[in-house]
């Protein structure tokens, strides 16, 4: 069983209903409309992806609704989205990218990207971009003809280059994923979401590799 209308609506309860009594009420309803289908499509989705990764070892992780006591802010102990990714397992001192899908009581999203790049991993992507733009080039045109995911992040305040040197959308980023964002709606309750996601990360691949090896690369100076 798939995300229904009760997924969304739960998501929505637990918003507004933030705290521990409301959530333990409604812990069996969390676990049939939220926990499982999300648990579900992820192993489907990795199954279904890591067989295209070749030698890549990549783990999946799905998020937890419990939030970090360390870091409430002032918000409830319970996310009100959940997501999972797929990932190189986490080592000391590397930077790598992710796939990822999230859902939210408004949307719904997938990608590839960083959570937060390093400043020296862009400083790295510049540096090869210097030195070679034809691969990242090759890549931006793809990325623009299939027109299912797009360039986000935060740039910095001062720009590292002009707005007329090619692939400066890129250069000029702190850190970046490549999106596609919805409202939720049909597509979310789908049988074919899976299959979707698994091409989409399918075509990513490519960037992926491209970006996993930047903390490989000489530091620039």
């Given at each position: ?11 929505w ?16 309803e969390?676990k049939?409309?939220?926990?499982r289908?999300?648990?579900m499509?992820a192993r489907?989705?990795?199954?279904g992806?890591i ?10 992780h ?6 970090d006591?360390r870091?409430l ?17 986490d ?5 790598k990218p992710?796939?990822?899908?999230e ?5 719904w ?6 959570y937060l790049?390093?400043a020296?991993?862009?400083e ?6 210097d030195s ?11 990325l623009?003809?299939r027109?299912?995911?797009?360039l ?6 001062r720009?590292?280059c ?6 400066s959308?890129?250069?000029?980023k ?5 999106i596609?964002?919805?409202?939720v709606?049909?597509?979310?309750f789908?049988p074919?979401l899976?299959?979707?996601?698994i091409q ?5 691949l490519?960037?992926?590799?491209y970006?996993a ?6 530091t620039p100076?």
């Amino acid at each position: 069983m798939g995300f229904t209308e009760n997924t969304i609506r739960f998501m929505w309860n637990i918003r507004f209903n933030n705290e521990k009594s409301w959530f333990e009420a409604h812990k069996a309803e969390y676990k049939a409309v939220l926990e499982r289908p999300m648990q579900m499509l992820a192993r489907e989705v990795y199954e279904g992806f890591i067989p295209e990764c070749g030698d890549l070892d990549l783990m999946l992780h799905v998020s937890r609704i419990h939030r970090d006591a360390r870091r409430l802010h002032g918000r409830g102990p319970y996310k009100d989205h959940l997501w999972f990714t797929i990932r190189e397992p986490d080592r000391e001192g590397s930077d790598k990218p992710a796939f990822w899908f999230e859902l939210t009581p408004e949307t719904w999203s997938y990608g590839m990207g960083y959570y937060l790049a390093k400043a020296l991993t862009m400083e790295k992507l510049r540096a090869r971009i210097d030195s070679n733009p034809r691969p990242l080039m090759k890549l931006a045109r793809e990325l623009a003809l299939r027109k299912e995911f797009v360039l986000e992040g935060e740039d910095y305040a001062r720009p590292k280059c002009p707005p007329d040197k090619p692939l400066s959308e890129w250069y000029n980023k702190k850190t970046f994923s490549l999106i596609h964002e919805e409202k939720v709606d049909d597509a979310v309750f789908s049988p074919d979401l899976r299959q979707r996601l698994i091409q989409g990360f399918t075509f990513l691949l490519p960037f992926y590799r491209y970006f996993a090896t930047l903390d490989q690369d000489v530091t620039p100076r």
